[in-house]
């Protein structure tokens, strides 16, 4: 069966202290891979979408790779603001588009 | 300008009611969808329309339906409520090419 898991569950962070989050996930035939950030009572907020293994995006303090089994969404020098639950996400290729199936998300936390 | 926009934000009900929820969107996408937040945070897709269309219907009891009068408008009616109904529900659009765009959300408590 197709999943996603994401590591670790939660992450707590210093100002300033650089981590990375994991995406892993078990799909043949990948469409996209797909970042969110949901913020509490929100609703999930766009990121990135990768689309081949070697692939890197970046916005601001967050760059996410790609690679056959897993995906990084690395976090350089982190912010407060930077806190939130972190969702990714595949859509499978053929048939299935428009199927995004969610991993659990990791809850980060940023300390001044 | 919200981009998906839902209603009710909130919304309270007993067992056994019936209760709709509303979406639009306004960023001209062709397809439309149902997302189920439950208590432990996992985000699962329910339904999803294209132009009006019914393309992607999950394993959801039928007390649920999805309609879709134009595709700017994805509403999500829900039969005979029951306890286990009590979630987040996210409304989202895409176009081919793009991302997925949320909406804020529905909570829905049945009591």
């Known amino acids: 069966e197709d999943q996603v898991t994401q590591s670790p569950e939660a992450l707590r962070l210093q100002e300033g202290e650089s981590s990375s989050l994991n995406c892993s996930y078990t799909v043949s035939g990948l469409r996209g891979l797909f970042w969110y950030r949901q913020d509490p009572g929100k609703g999930p907020e766009f990121l990135f979408t990768?689309?081949?293994a070697g692939e890197e995006k970046e916005k601001e303090r967050l760059k996410a790779t790609l690679t056959k089994k897993e995906s990084f969404l690395h976090i350089t020098a982190p912010k407060p603001e930077d806190s939130a639950t972190y969702l990714c996400?595949?859509?499978?290729?053929?048939?299935?588009?428009?199927?995004?199936?969610f991993g659990q998300g990791t809850i980060l936390t940023v300390h001044p | 300008d919200t981009a998906v926009s839902q209603t009710p934000k909130y919304l309270v009900t007993q067992m056994g009611n019936d209760k709709s929820i509303k979406c639009e969107q306004n960023?001209?996408?062709?397809?439309m969808y149902w997302y189920k937040q439950d208590s432990k945070k996992f985000l699962k897709i329910m339904f999803s329309y294209n132009n009006k269309e019914l393309i992607i219907n999950e394993t959801v009891p039928n007390r649920f339906s999805p309609k879709s009068p134009d595709k700017a408008h994805l509403n999500l009616h829900i039969n005979s409520l029951e306890l286990g109904d009590s979630a987040v529900y996210f409304c989202a659009s895409t176009q081919e090419g793009y991302g997925y765009t949320f909406g804020s959300g529905t909570r829905l408590t049945v009591v």
């Open positions: 990768l689309y081949s």
């Open positions: 960023l001209g996408h062709d397809t």
């Open positions: 996400a595949y859509e499978p290729g053929g048939t299935s588009y428009g199927k995004l199936t």
